[in-house]
């Protein structure tokens, strides 16, 4: 036994003394954090032209989106080493600036002469500043997105569908101009026969886990009067949130829910809205703007087959904002080669070519060419979106508001309890919680 | 029916000779004939300085070197957390604001715990899940176990498979489980439709407040009930058959052979797999979740969903603490009182 023993610490002496591949002779790589989606895809290719450029190479770190929060937070939480760079929700920018999770930028951008001025007002708001309003950045507009809609034109460009329409409800079926006509258009197609296949009307957002139904309903809240707050008197809730147009908005979506959307569609989200209308199971879809270029690249419901259209208004205009901006990690050990990553981004012709692969740049020198409403057939619909977005809380303790509306409207829109009026008042009593909890009162 | 005097001679020969061959018997014969016990071997064949070594410690020394490292892990892994907890639980400290001012708040997590509509919403949904499934899968359990006992043709294999669902993780469950509820494309409609005649898309088992209960317990009764049944088949295995042939010599209706053999001999088995069971489904999570989401609403939202909530998505960790006390004191008590009354059925 000893002479085993001799030899096995021979052998573990010997390895020890090979030596090992000097690690700074490997080229620097960082690591990119996002959501998995087509928009990342489409960041993978763009950004070979930085590893090109840089000689950094990239590595990707993609979570799907009912996923990413959960992971991202706990992530930065834990101080984790992950990623250099993260292209984080807009929400996490309060919770990620006060608790020291992200780089402040102003200072890179003022030495690289980056200028928030070069990007849309409503992006620099939503995706960098905190505390909003402020020219406190920590992040840069890297991904624009609203929530809009995409319809199926061939079926509205029917002869006997369009007559039927016309019969039933006086007017010509086209893309609505109010959420009532929008509510009245699923109807009419919910459970028809198209094709020898029953369709339903409206795929619409329904999650119960992430943020699903609550960025779903705030596209019906927002254009019905609904206001997170008094503008006059910060974290005043009561008669904006639970106002009588913000009733209505609740009672609609219900309504639409309840209607005009497919068998068991009761925690659906963007996959399932995906699923179902390139299935060519529904009319109507709720979506981020973000999937329409791989929506209109689909073989069966792109092209001719689909249209878009922006959030109708009903009493006002509102979308609610999707997006995020890009970030350095303040644990990363690599925040030189990540600005350097953001500076690459930053760049006009970087912007130009960011939009072409499928990203939605948040660039002036993009969005303001006068060629843009014509570079592809959901572009004007972007940019109307852009200028009447409305985000959700991006406080730092963003997550129990949205966790509190989440359960709220889940309970009353799909799970049948109490009224619209009940919920938004127990959904304000929940957020004066936190917002108490917090000393913000 | 037996015959005359030879069988029943046979008969109370085996009988006399069972209880002679009782496990104390066999040991008290065992002692009498000196072998060199392993414990002596494996001494003797230590290398001399170890030997040296360990001589001068005590065996109770040396026992406690032995479970040192076990110790070690126990008290860093399980003792060590449930303090901390417990002393988060009367803070205000939040995980993803480690430089906030840590304030002591006395009890009131414990208050507004306990005076929280929604939390015992949640206490309501856990407790019907847990009755539920519990009922479900001692009977279907107890069925199957009594069926595979009747040794029939294939049983081996019969066996082998419904132990498949258990082996399953229950993340990957809830999954599936989701698809195949689906009311458009998903089996379980199909196969109502197909029995019932109700068309599949007319109902669905997740959406509807009504049914997404009975679709989380049907999702763990498939999963588990085979898991009981193989508890309870071992109880059953255990009964000696003389005792049924006694009965039968006694012209005892197979009925009654149930009812007072049977059953009571397989009590303390029940018990033990309705205990596991419980504490099992009592902290259920990844299955209700990925299955429901805890939805409709907050329809089927568990206990550990709302912990889960509470301290990984809004951190309010030391209020998520006391939660996670209320419950471990409540599991605790609850799982002493049964096995309080499990150790007296067992003696009987």
């Known amino acids: 036994m000893t002479k085993h023993l001799l030899g096995a610490a021979a052998l573990a002496a010997v390895a020890a003394l090979v030596p090992v591949a000097p690690a700074s002779a490997q080229p620097k790589t960082i690591t990119l954090c996002w959501a998995a989606w087509d928009p990342a895809n489409a960041l993978v290719e763009l950004s070979k032209d930085f590893t090109a450029k840089s000689g950094v190479g990239m590595k990707f770190e993609f979570v799907p989106w009912p996923n990413f929060a959960d992971r991202m937070l706990n992530e930065l939480n834990s101080k984790g080493k992950l990623c250099d760079l993260l292209i984080g929700d807009s929400q996490w920018i309060g919770g990620s600036a006060e608790n020291g999770h992200y780089v402040k930028l102003n200072d890179f951008f003022a030495k690289e002469g980056i200028k928030m001025d070069d990007f849309m007002p409503a992006t620099v708001l939503g995706y960098s500043e905190w505390p909003k309003g402020t020219p406190n950045y920590w992040a840069l507009p890297a991904m624009g997105d609203a929530l809009g809609w995409t319809y199926r034109k061939d079926w509205f460009a029917r002869p006997d569908i369009q007559a039927d329409f016309k019969k039933k409800y006086n007017r010509d079926l086209a893309v609505p101009k109010t959420l009532t006509e929008l509510t009245e258009i699923a109807q009419f197609f919910q459970g028809r026969e198209i094709d020898g296949k029953k369709v339903y009307g409206a795929a619409i957002f329904t999650e119960r886990g992430s ?140 912007q130009k070519k960011w939009w072409a692969l499928g990203g939605y740049s948040a660039h002036k020198a993009v969005l303001n060419d006068p060629g843009f409403a014509a570079t592809a057939p959901f572009a004007a619909d972007f940019l109307k979106a852009m200028g009447e977005v409305v985000d959700f809380w991006a406080e730092p303790s963003y997550a129990q508001l949205l966790l509190a509306e989440q359960k709220r409207v889940h309970d009353y829109v799909v799970a049948d309890k109490g009224t619209a009026k009940e919920a938004l008042d127990s959904l304000i009593k929940d957020w004066q919680k936190v917002f108490k909890d917090d000393g913000k009162k | 029916m037996l015959g005359g005097p030879p069988a029943i001679r046979r008969l109370r020969r085996a009988f006399t000779i069972a209880v002679e061959m009782r496990p104390t018997t066999i040991i008290a014969m065992t002692e009498i004939t000196p072998v060199p016990s392993l414990a002596a071997r494996v001494a003797s064949a230590s290398p001399d300085w170890m030997a040296r070594r360990a001589s001068g410690l005590s065996d109770r020394s040396i026992a406690w070197l032995f479970i040192a490292p076990t110790v070690v892990l126990l008290l860093a892994i399980n003792i060590f957390p449930l303090i901390w907890t417990i002393r988060l639980s009367f803070t205000n400290y939040r995980a993803n604001r480690p430089n906030a001012p840590l304030l002591s708040v006395g009890i009131d997590h414990y208050q507004s715990i306990l005076s929280d509509a929604d939390i015992w919403a949640a206490m309501q949904a856990t407790a019907h899940f847990v009755v539920w499934t519990i009922v479900l899968q001692t009977l279907l359990g107890f069925a199957l176990a009594y069926l595979i006992d009747r040794k029939f043709r294939g049983h081996a294999l019969w066996t082998t498979i419904i132990l498949i669902p258990m082996m399953l993780s229950p993340a990957v469950v809830g999954n599936f489980w989701r698809f195949l509820y689906q009311p458009q494309i998903g089996l379980f409609n199909y196969l109502v439709a197909f029995v019932s005649g109700v068309p599949p898309s007319s109902f669905e088992m997740i959406g509807s407040v009504k049914l997404a209960p009975w679709a989380i317990i049907l999702v763990d009764t498939w999963m588990w009930t085979p898991y009981v049944a193989l508890i309870i088949l071992a109880g059953l295995r255990s009964i000696p058959d003389y005792i049924y042939e006694a009965a039968e010599v006694d012209r005892a209706s197979k009925w009654r052979q149930f009812w007072s053999i049977t059953l009571p001999m397989v009590l303390p088995f029940i018990m033990l797999a309705v205990l596991f069971r419980g504490i099992e489904n009592f902290k259920m999570f990844d299955m209700v979740n990925l299955l429901t989401s805890g939805g409709p609403g907050s329809t089927t939202e568990v206990a550990s969903i709302t912990l889960k909530r509470e301290a990984f998505e809004k951190w309010r960790t030391g209020f998520s603490s006391a939660f996670a006390v209320i419950l471990f004191v409540t599991v605790f008590g609850l799982a002493n009182i049964y096995v309080k009354a499990l150790n007296r059925v067992r003696q009987r």
């Open chain 1, 211 to 350: 943020e699903g139904i609550t960025m779903g309903v705030s596209n019906f809240l927002y254009p019905y009067g609904f206001k997170y707050e008094d503008p006059k008197k910060p974290y005043s809730m009561e008669g904006f949130v639970n106002s009588e147009g913000a009733v209505k908005g609740l009672e609609a979506y219900k309504a639409l829910f309840k209607c005009c959307t497919p068998p068991g569609y009761t925690d659906a989200y963007m996959q399932e809205g995906l699923d179902a209308f390139k299935s060519g199971q529904v009319a109507l879809q709720m979506n981020w703007f973000a999937f329409f270029p791989g929506l209109y690249k689909d073989e069966k419901v792109g092209g001719e087959h689909i249209g878009f259209f922006v959030n109708p208004p009903e009493k006002e205009r509102g979308s609610q904002l999707g997006g995020q901006g890009m970030s350095v990690v303040s644990y990363s050990p690599n925040k030189a080669e990540a600005l350097a990553y953001i500076k690459w981004f930053a760049s006009p012709d970087v």
